[in-house]
Structures are given as C-alpha cells and as structure tokens.
C-alpha cells in the first residue's frame, strides 16, 4: 500500500513550487491547470483552493496542508505575557440585497457619522459599536475580492464573521462564497437570518438549507452554530445578534499587545485634494499615535492627523481600532501592513527596501494568461535532438551534415550533432548514442550484424538511408515529435441560461437558450456572469423537447447537464461559451 504523502503550503504557492513538490514535470501541471482554465506560468501564485483542486484530478497520493503564513506566525508568536484582550473584528458578508448595509446601519445607528461628516457620506470601512462596554470592531467587507487579497498577506485580520441571510430568501450563492470564506480564514460564523419583519420569512428553511448542505447545524438543534433571527428595519434582535457575536469571540481569547511598537493592516487608502493620502488603518497591536512615522508597503510618512471612524480627531489608537490617518508621502496599498520606524530617514529607508523587493516580485509574476503557449514552449527548450551520422565517403557525409544544419527549428528543439565519420556503423557509435533522443544516421554504409546486437541491447536507433532527402525527412519528423503540442481552441456557440433545475457537487442541469453558433455533448463550456468567468465546464448531453439531441442550433431552446470539476452556483442570466480544445500537433 503507499503511504499517503502529506505535504504543508503555505496559503499559496508557485505553479514551479508545486511541481517541485509533486515531483511533476512543470508542463504537466501548467497542462492541467489550463484544463481546468486557468492560464498559469511557473512563477504564478496559486492559493491552496486551486493547488488542493489540482492535486485531486491529478490522482496524487499527496495532501496538502495548510501552512501558517509567515505573518500569522510572526502575530502568532509575538504575544507577550502582557497582552490583553482585545475587540473582536468581525466582517458581514452576504449575498447581495439580503440587508448587509441596512444590518450594519441598525448595528451603528450610522446615520449620525454621515450628518456629522455634513452631509457627504464618507465612505469608511471600518466602524466600531459598543454594547455592554464592551467594542465589537465591524468591517463593511469591500468585496469578496479585496477581501481575498488581505487573506493573501497572511492578516488573520477577522475573528468572526456574520454571515447575513434574508429569511424570504434563503441561501444563495454569495451566502455560500461567505461560508467558505469564513472557513478559509478559519473565522467563527454567526448567522443572521434578517428580514424577519416579513410576512414571507421562512427562517426553518434557511436553517434546513444551512444544516443540510453547508454542515452549519443550529444550536437549538444540537449543532454548534450560533444562529440569531433579527431585523435590520425593525431593529429586532440586534442587540442579541451583537451579544452572540462577544460570546462567540469570547471563545477565542483574543489577545493583543499594548506595549509595543504599533502595528496593523492597511484597508483602505486614497487620494484627496488637500489632504494628500487619507488612509484607513486597522491597529492590531500598540497604541498608534500622530506624530509617528509610519511604514506601509513601499511607502511611507508621518502621521499628521489620525482620527476614529467617527472622523473625529484622537491622541492614540489602541488594538483593534479602526482609524483614518493622513500624512503618508503616497497611498499605501490595501492588505498592506504597517509598522513604525524611529525616524524619518528609517522610514524611507524601509520602504525602498520593500519596493525594491515588490519589483522583484512582480517581475516573477503577474505574467498573463496570453502567455501560457509560450510558456509551455519555452518548457521544452531543453529538448534536444541528438545525431550521429556515419558515411561512405567524406563528400556525402560532409553534405549530410551540412543539410542536417538547415533544418530551420523555431528554438523549441534543437539539432545536435555528437558524432561523425566514414565507413560502417561500428561498436563506438552505439556507446556514443545511448543518451535519450539520440538516432544514428548512416548514409549508405552497413549495420555489421554484431553492432546491431549490440544496438538492440542498448536500444540505440541505427537508420540506415540510401536517399539524402529520405534521411533529412526522417530527422525533421523525429525533432517534430519531441515538441509540444499545441492548444487550440475553436468556439462554438453562446448560450443564455434561462434556468437551472439541479445543482450536484459535479454536475448540474441547467436549461437556456442557444444565442449564436450551436451546442452539442462532449464540448467545453467558459461559464460567465456579467463577462466575468466563473469557471469551465464540460457539455456531457443536450436535450431538446425532453429527447437526446446531437447539435441544437442558434434560435432554440435546449437542455443541459454539465459536467464540474467543482460545485457551480449556475444562475439565471449567466452566459455559457461553447467551444473545443484540440492538442495539435506542430511541425517544423
Ligand atoms: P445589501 O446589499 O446586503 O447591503 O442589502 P441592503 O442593506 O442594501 O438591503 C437590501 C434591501 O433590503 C433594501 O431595500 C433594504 O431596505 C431591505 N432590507 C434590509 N433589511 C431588511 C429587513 O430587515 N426587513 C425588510 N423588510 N427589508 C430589509
């Protein structure tokens, strides 16, 4: 039996790492990954999702496991005996119109900030609200994406996360992108079920949907997940919702430093006309004052004015405090984090450093998918076609060679000549072609029957040829097989989805219809919501009127089952691109 070979990543990792890791051929995994449409170069980060998604279709006796991210480590360890308990950070997240705004608005009574910033409403990312005495820090999540990219520098940045459903409508696929954030970033979830002021709130059916398909069991049925009815219009249970949420976080002994030089994250930062950068912090550890200097990313400055969420100035910042600071020389970037330096020449000092350092890194990535064909050529620019050529006289051998030198390559294979000379084909010849893509040419000379043995033993090619152009052919076939194949992609049609009727882990079912081209089985599909592509996915039948169909044109309505590689949250609207990939060969 084999043993399971378990192997840590951390939060993500290169294409070229990862071969590494799976002891794979670069091409193989960049191969794979294009199957499951993503373009990636060896120096691309992938996160742990995809590097687990891949590992599992390639077969691979391989787990990988989730590596503490430097950062996490450093914060992890940095605790001192001192440290002291600390707000909870807590994101909500939800999907669209199911009442994130409107809960945070009845959490914050945030009305009073936009009057008080005279009428403009200042957008803030982060709030804090006060229940009991005690701080709950609130983050308006900007977006699943950015939220992705501060998951990426290793912030533990949120402690818990609401997970806000409306009890009309139920769990929808932004809920289910939530979840699986709040797992990814090993956050505690507390539902939400909001909008229970409605006559049509079903809030059983939330809870059947949550415990049924996405493991989160209600307390109150024995299950371990804190789930609070509330609304956000009527203000009903709000403050209970607020107290789950500080039981919840008291569960987890969240601690901080004081006495520290100040530290956190950026999450928001931008430019205005005479203010110059205002940027928006999140203090993790130490108290941050104005007056420090300040280091974030690659840029940097001192801080000349520091105010809460409130916009209202303050004379320091304690852990897990949201503020807004001005006097950075140039916005930092969002997810970067921040520390103090003594003094100004310090600060600048650093932030060269880290510029200096991101250009590296984006010199080594952010390559983009136009690339991978190149990419996966450039692969096989090692690949070597090896010869000896052995001949009657020195006037064809001299032509031999020189012809074999005209072979035009493209760079992708290469013509070597290790060896040359007159008469039959002898025992030397065959020890000096036994490397790997290595052909011995004779041009009319003999195979003595010894040397074959020999030959067929070592398992050396001896091609024996009487007619140069016969010999030249044979050698420009031989280096066309050792080049990659090419990925060709022809489209096909476009189908509307008008409907979806099952949703499995790999297959779904969906119905629509056919807006140019044609659709038929076994073709691939680039599944897309609003021109952003949600994934790909493999066409296995189509149905028209309820029978087996093989093509079904522009025009008409069909059915579809589809084929995932992972659960897809097919929707209304969404634009399926019909289309083939081919591995063509190339040639010369
Ligand atoms: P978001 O997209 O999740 O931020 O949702 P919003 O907070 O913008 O709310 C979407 C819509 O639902 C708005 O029209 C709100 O007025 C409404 N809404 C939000 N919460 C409630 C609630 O508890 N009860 C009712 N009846 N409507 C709500």
Not at 290 to 305: C, E, F
Not at 397 to 420: A, P
Not at 533 to 544: A, D, N
Not at 576 to 584: H, K, Q, S
Request: with cysteine; aromatic share 4%.
């Amino acid at each position: 039996m084999t043993q399971e070979k378990i192997v840590a990543i951390a939060d993500s990792v290169t294409v070229g790492e990862l071969a590494e890791t799976l002891n794979l051929p670069v091409t193989t995994l960049v191969g794979e990954l294009f199957k499951n449409g993503i373009a990636a170069t060896i120096n691309q980060r992938l996160d742990f999702e995809t590097a687990s998604i891949v590992v599992e279709e390639l077969g691979l006796e391989v787990k990988l496991e989730k590596k503490e991210s430097a950062a996490q480590a450093r914060q992890a360890h940095q605790l001192s005996d001192k440290a002291v308990p600390r707000p909870p950070i807590v994101a909500v997240m939800g999907h669209v119109d199911h009442g994130k705004t409107s809960l945070l608005d009845a959490i914050l009574d945030k009305k009073t900030v936009d009057d008080e910033a005279g009428g403009i409403t200042q957008h803030i990312s982060a709030y804090q609200a006060e229940r009991n005495g005690r701080m709950i820090t609130l983050l308006d999540t900007p977006g699943h994406e950015a939220f992705a990219a501060l998951r990426q520098h290793g912030a533990v940045l949120t402690d818990v996360v609401i997970i806000v459903v409306a009890a009309d409508d139920g769990v929808k696929p932004q809920t289910v992108e939530a979840i699986r954030f709040a797992r990814t970033a090993n956050a505690k979830i507390v539902v939400a079920i909001n909008k229970m002021d409605k006559e049509t709130a079903n809030p059983q059916l939330v809870k059947t949907q949550l415990a049924s398909e996405h493991g989160l069991n209600p307390e109150e049925w024995g299950g371990d997940t804190v789930m609070v009815e509330v609304s956000a219009k009527t203000g009903q249970g709000v403050d209970k919702l607020l107290d789950m949420v500080l039981l919840v976080a008291d569960m987890e002994d969240l601690r901080a430093d004081e006495d520290v030089s100040a530290e956190g994250l950026v999450i928001e930062a931008r430019m205005e006309t005479g203010r110059g950068a205002v940027v928006g912090l999140l203090v993790e550890h130490g108290q941050l004052k104005p007056g420090h200097y300040i280091v974030a990313g690659r840029t940097y400055g001192r801080i000349r004015t520091l105010q809460n969420f409130r916009l209202e100035a303050i004379k320091q910042a304690g852990p897990s405090t949201p503020v807004v600071v001005t006097g950075f020389k140039e916005p930092p970037q969002f997810g970067d984090s921040f520390v103090l330096a003594k003094n100004e020449k310090e600060a600048r000092q650093m932030a060269t450093e880290a510029r200096i350092e991101r250009e590296k890194l984006a010199a080594t990535t952010n390559v983009t998918g136009a690339d991978i064909l190149k990419m996966m050529s450039q692969q096989h620019d090692a690949e070597e076609f090896n010869v000896v050529v052995k001949a009657d006289v020195q006037g064809s051998l001299t032509s031999v060679v020189d012809s074999l030198k005209l072979i035009e390559t493209n760079g992708e294979v290469n013509l070597h000549i290790i060896g040359t000379g007159v008469g039959n084909i002898s025992e030397k010849d065959i020890h000096l072609a036994t490397g790997k893509n290595t052909v011995i040419y004779g041009f009319n000379v003999d195979l003595p029957p010894a040397v074959k043995r020999l030959a067929t033993r070592e398992k050396v090619e001896v091609r024996i040829y009487q007619i140069i152009y016969e010999l030249l052919d044979d050698a420009k076939n031989s280096m066309e097989l050792l080049l990659a194949p090419e990925v060709v992609e022809t489209e096909v049609g476009e189908l509307e989805v008008k409907g979806v009727f099952r949703t499995l882990r790999e297959e779904v079912i969906a119905g629509g219809k056919v807006l140019s081209g044609k659709v038929m089985a076994d073709v691939l599909a680039r599944v897309k919501r609003k021109g952003e592509l949600l994934g790909e996915v493999e066409v296995t039948s189509v149905q028209r009127q309820q029978q087996e169909a093989k093509e079904v044109f522009e025009g008409e309505m069909c059915g579809l089952s589809l084929k995932t590689t992972k659960k897809l949250n097919l929707e209304e609207g969404d634009r399926l691109e019909f289309f083939t990939r081919e591995l063509v060969k190339k040639t010369l």
